[in-house]
């Protein structure tokens, strides 16, 4: 496993050691002792999330506020998606900054974005399967969401035809306006 830091310090791209021969692959998606040591803190995962999505579909920006907020180990299985992570953490040097992996059924390369940031992504292919394991439960009275095309963040979408968005995330919030983490 090979962990490759992004411009965010809490954001790494895990890249797992995928073994290929005659029948096909097999890859340890993931192992609790190599993860932690990789990221230097233990983690304890509680929810598995499986979602599938057609091209042009965006979800987020989304976190969960205190008193559970969640840490996301993120991939992709199948398709291709551009995934994002904003830091929302008010006091950090990187408030407002954000960060994007390609993950794709291919690369299997699996994005950890801990508690602090919102998440997103985009479906750049026909379709795609979204797995991720968090660290706390869904609240849905704390989740959270920002506008995936904020100004003030400024995140470099890839180019698809027509993006489609949930209700609850056409009304995502300005992060001048959102509640964030102190
Ligand atoms: C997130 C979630 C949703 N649900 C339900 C609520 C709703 O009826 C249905 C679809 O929910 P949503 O529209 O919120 O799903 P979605 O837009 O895929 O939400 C997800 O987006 C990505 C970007 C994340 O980072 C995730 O944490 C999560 O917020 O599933 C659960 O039962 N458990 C959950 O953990």
Not at 16 to 22: E, H, L
Not at 48 to 77: A, E, F, T
Not at 157 to 177: C, E, N
């Amino acid at each position: 496993m090979k962990i490759i830091d992004t411009n965010l310090a809490g954001v790494k791209i895990v890249e797992p050691q995928v073994f290929t021969d005659a029948r096909g692959f097999f890859y340890e998606s993931f192992n609790q002792a190599a993860f932690e040591a990789a990221i230097g803190c233990s983690i304890h995962f509680v929810q598995d999330n499986h979602s599938r999505s057609s091209k042009g579909v965006l979800r987020g920006l989304h976190y969960q506020l205190r008193p559970h907020p969640q840490g996301k180990l993120v991939r992709c299985v199948a398709g291709e998606v551009f995934d994002v992570a904003v830091d929302i953490r008010a006091s950090s040097p990187t408030f407002g900054q954000w960060t994007g992996a390609m993950l794709t059924g291919e690369n299997k390369r699996q994005l950890w974005i801990p508690e602090g940031y919102a998440h997103a992504f985009l479906v750049l292919s026909e379709s795609a399967e979204f797995l991720y394991k968090t660290t706390d439960y869904w609240h849905r009275e704390l989740e959270r969401t920002i506008a995936w095309d904020d100004p003030a963040i400024g995140i470099a979408w890839p180019a698809v035809d027509g993006i489609s968005l949930s209700p609850k995330d056409r009304l995502g919030s300005a992060l001048a306006q959102a509640e964030v983490f102190a």
